[in-house]
């Protein structure tokens, strides 16, 4: 099939709920970009010269044209569901319609060449193609809460994408089914052998690292993932090692705390998460002191301590109330102070670590919330001086100071945002992770 043309489809037209993010799972950053930008570069570095569709919600438009300008990449709107989002791709080509079409989950940025490479040859012999690999797992039959039957696995796949068709096949199931069918399916190979029960389908090997990002531990394999291959330039690169640790997470609740929580749980570690919600006020030292006790009486040690609480009032100093005030030195910094001190012994115990947390704005005050600037260029400070007075007790004090992050506590003071443009929670709780798992001290990292 010498000379044939081929586009590439990928679907990102995804909402990513199932992650429990703001921001749907193709935009949030890992390893420097977001997944949908390493989706696409598997592909392009594949096919540089290749048509690539990219589908995506309406409102991410923009945005994704922004993000992806300096590619040949051709961004349109998709649909509601994956299968709409394929059948705008397949008439947005039928203006110059290609031989083939290969379609793939932008969630999926691991697809390596071999897997592309394999496509492309098979469908020099047949008119559809899918990737799956051979389950690892037992795989049962359910009714009613019960086990039906347990089918041998020696002929169960499990499917990935990319798929690839010849594309007025393609093309034609899409328009015999209808849009009115298409919910009935949920990946191309479906459609194509509901109209075609007869024609064979090439199965083409993939990969165990051809994740789809879909839950949040996904994004620990993912990072883990492109650590590993970075290592290859980078062998010291460190990786997220929380098995067996004992984690308190004061501001937990909510925002870059409950990231940071469901993280480390997944990535085996243990974890009480704090805030006023369920008692634990950090501006009451008394408060504080009792949830390590009581933490130190249920697991025996507690190996990290991180303070991700803080509060922001938004608007000129000169306005604003002194309860305001008072409140936000009391939790952001005082909280701070009282945190510290209250783990003292039990970091001292377990050798372990105090992780702090300031904001961008510590480098250089901002107006409208000069409280909350001075109070976080003062945890930077504090994080800077108790690494160098616990250094001899083996506590290491280190600080992440995250850049502009979609929290609740973000868009409550900045309406109107585009979080698109915004840190997910998830990112900055990932470096957090890692360097929970490092053996550095002093460390004021910038996300």
Known sequence: MTGKTTAYVLLAGGSGSRLGAHVPKQFIRVAGKTVLEHSHACIAGFAPEARIIVTVPADSLAFVRELLKSTKAEVIVG??????????????????????????D???????????????????HVDAVDVAIKTADTIIVERDGLIQSIPKRDHLFRGQTP????????????????????????????????????????????????????????LILADELFRIRQQRRSPNLGG????????????????????????????????????????????DHAQVEAVVEAALQAWGAIDHVVNAAGILVKGPLATQSPADIAQQVSVNLLGALNVAQCSHAALKASQGMLLNFSSSSFTRGR????????????????????????MDDGIRVNCIVPGRTDTAM????????????????????????KLMSSTETGVIARV
């Open 79 to 104: 649909g509601a569901s994956r299968q709409e989002s394929a059948w705008a791709a397949l008439r947005h080509l039928k203006a110059s319609p290609p031989d083939n079409v290969v379609l793939h």
């Open 367 to 390: 107006a409208e919330y000069s409280a909350y600037s001075a109070c976080k260029a003062g945890i930077v400070n504090m994080t800077q001086a108790l690494a160098d007075e616990w």
């Open 163 to 218: 798929q690839g068709f010849r594309y007025p096949a393609l093309l034609g199931c899409y328009e015999e089914l209808g849009a009115e069918r298409l919910g009935e399916f949920t990946d191309d190979c479906g459609i194509y052998l509901a109209c075609n029960p007869l024609s064979p389908v090439r199965i083409v090997q993939g990969s165990t690292e051809n994740i789809k990002i879909t839950d949040a531990v996904d």
């Open 240 to 283: 997220v090692d929380m098995q067996g640790r004992h984690v308190l997470v004061f501001g937990g609740s909510m925002g870059i705390g409950k990231a940071i929580a469901q993280i480390v749980e997944e990535a085996g570690g243990t974890v009480r998460s704090l805030s006023r919600g369920n008692g634990c006020d950090i501006a």
């Open 410 to 433: 973000r868009r409550s003071n900045f309406a109107g945002e585009d979080t698109r443009t915004l840190l997910s929670p998830y990112e900055v709780a990932l470096v957090a992770a």
């Open 106 to 124: 932008a969630a999926r940025p691991f697809l390596d060449h071999q897997i592309l490479h394999d496509v492309d040859e098979a469908l020099r």
